[in-house]
């Protein structure tokens, strides 16, 4: 059975279509619209052009799964794209109007739950702590032993910051100092209260996959590898900090799509993995979509199962 999900970032809008069978998922197609909705925020509201944007988007999705043959279980949902906008309600009713699917607008903290459930269908993991870095928000979960301690929700992220703190495309001296301050100004709302180090960090999201590519392309991991140090993170964003050509060069032909948002993104990383004295940072391929699939799509549907069968 196919299930498709569309999930309305900050950043970038993305369509995943899984296979399930027996509760296990295969993804069989991916796709993304660089959308950068957070860029069409102004005064707490998304405009009319970032909504017909997120619309467009959708709707060449609706034609791709179409032309798949894709017609049912098709799921939309958003993150702090829309839940961190004063003009939601309206949103989602235009969106509706113009595509025909309801968006499921989720919490900060369901996000965190979810991207932390997402990872663990991909890794075999009892202790530590999670870290999703969005456009507009970032998600972070402590856990030990299985058990979550901690999850929190943060109004900032990669795109939010390049918006409200660089003036360039590539952030200067002031602009370091600019996102420095909103990260720690962030965190200080809701302090990350830890018990001790947290070694392993595990990571999900465009930033996170980003800055794995870096790692790769500069040889301080190998080509497969999956997994950083504290060092080698540091090393990373020595390049992406240093020599403004060079770091320009090698993201136009690494990732050029996140030219603008990487240097953000990584300072909010190598940030929150000091706090936590973190040791070796691992990166996930799965993130909030399959938590929303295991979590809230197959779960959902076994429990409606289950009532029918018991009535």
Known sequence: MKYSVIDIGSNSIRLTVYKVKNGKFKILFKAKKMAGLAGYVENGCISDVGIDLACESIMEFKSTLQSLGITERIYVFATASLRNVVN?????????????????????????????????????????????????????????????????????????????????????????????????????????????????????????RSVLKFARYLEIIDPGNNTMTSEDLKKVGDFLTGDKRSAANAILKIDPERIHTI?????????????????????????????????????????????????
Request: hydrophobic residues 35%; aromatic residues 8%; glycine residues 10%.
């Open 263 to 311: 240097i953000p993104g990584y300072m909010i990383l190598r940030y929150i993995s000091r706090k936590l004295k973190t040791k070796k940072l691992t990166i996930s391929s799965y993130g909030v979509r399959e938590g929303y699939l295991c979590q809230k799509i197959l779960k959902q549907e076994k429990n409606t199962v289950i009532r029918r069968t018991e009535n």
């Open 88 to 208: 939601t309600d309206e949103t989602v009713a235009k969106i509706f109007k113009a595509t025909g699917f309801n968006v499921d607008v989720i919490t900060g903290e369901e996000e965190a739950m979810l991207g932390y459930a997402g990872i663990l269908q991909e890794l075999s993991v009892s202790s530590g702590a999670f870290i999703d870095i969005g456009g507009a928000s970032t998600e972070i979960v402590l856990f030990e032993k299985g058990r979550i301690l901690l999850s929190k929700s943060y109004r900032m992220g990669s795109l939010k910051l390049y918006k409200d703190c660089v003036k360039h495309i590539l952030p200067g001296k002031h602009s370091f100092k600019r996102i420095k301050h909103a990260i720690k100004h962030e965190i200080d709302k809701q302090p990350l209260e830890t018990s001790g180090k947290y070694s392993k960090l595990i990571c999900t999201g465009g930033t996170a």
